[in-house]
């Protein structure tokens, strides 16, 4: 089967540290991806773990435990224009992204 | 410049007609996608196709139905059996490289309201 768990919500002001955590089963896990999507907007690749441990790019950085089946996207510096939903994406065995309802980032003043 | 392109932005349907949507990429891409999103809601997967000629139903394929002719194109038909077919529609496409995971490009949607 294949399940997925992000938080619905989260809010921070600007200038802070956010943590987006994900939990996920499934088959013949490959990877996590990580995308941005701003309201109407199409959703944008931000980061992939295909191995434990962190990826950094800029502002943003992403975690993975395999063991755990768990990750999580870190944005620091957090600025206006982060206000958007991310989502993490399991790769399973058939390479499909495969997305689950995503959270709200709503970034204060 | 390569991308995908999905067109109309907006699209409006009489209850009843079949409507199609068009993706079209330049990307080189072996795999292509198409997604539902719903208000406030994740994006569901309503069909795929790893290669031409080929394609797979997702997890909400009932009511739609799709082509793959071409490398380059994907259409997406919506049925009048689609019961609730107002949503917006994205459509994506990927390679597969081990090392980078499957980075999937998204066209800019199709906005679909039936009147």
């Known amino acids: 089967g294949q399940s997925l768990e992000q938080p619905s919500e989260v809010t921070a002001v600007e200038g802070a540290i956010v943590q987006i955590n994900c939990t996920y089963q499934t088959s013949g896990f490959y990877g996590l991806s990580w995308y941005q999507q701003h309201d109407g907007g199409a959703p944008t690749f931000l980061s992939y773990?295909?191995?434990?441990g962190l990826e950094e790019t800029g502002r943003f950085s992403s975690f993975l435990s395999r063991s755990d089946s768990y990750g999580y996207l870190l944005l620091q510096e957090l600025q206006m224009k982060d206000s958007a939903s991310y989502f993490c994406a399991p790769e399973g065995g058939s390479y499909i992204p495969t997305f689950g309802r995503g959270t709200s980032l709503i970034v204060h003043p | 410049d390569g991308g995908i392109t999905q067109s109309p932005k907006y699209l409006f349907r009489k209850e009843g007609q079949n409507v199609t949507l068009s993706c079209e990429q330049n990307l080189n891409h072996d795999a292509m996608y198409w997604y539902r999103q719903d208000p406030g809601q994740g994006l569901r997967l309503i069909y795929y196709s790893q290669i031409v000629n080929d394609f797979q139903k997702g997890d909400i394929a009932e009511g739609y139905s799709v082509s793959r002719e071409k490398k380059e194109s994907f259409p997406l038909t919506v049925t009048s059996a689609q019961k609730n077919p107002t949503a917006f529609y994205l459509c994506a496409s990927s390679s597969r490289d081990r090392g980078l995971g499957t980075e999937a490009f998204f066209g800019q949607g199709t906005r679909l309201t039936v009147v």
């Open positions: 773990n295909g191995l434990d």
